[in-house]
């Protein structure tokens, strides 16, 4: 494997480490994080997706 996918593989065991963390630490408000998500308009669920990418693309930016 060459570098660029060594980090992407790499990165994408982190990303699921992180999202794991909350369903097994707190599998009861984890269940209420996503009721709660479940109300929200896709206009509200669309911004926080686009403040995710815009935060991602900022640490990516700031750590290269």
Do not use: K, N, Y
Not at 2 to 15: C, H, K, M, N, Q
Not at 25 to 43: C, E, K, T, Y
């Amino acid at each position: 494997m060459e570098l660029g996918s060594d980090l992407i593989w790499t990165s994408l065991g982190l990303v699921l480490v992180i999202e794991g963390l909350l369903p097994f630490i707190s599998p009861a408000g984890w269940r209420r994080m996503f009721l709660q998500v479940q109300q929200l308009q896709d206009g509200q669920i669309r911004f926080f997706g686009l403040i995710c990418i815009a935060l991602g693309l900022l640490l990516l930016v700031l750590l290269a």
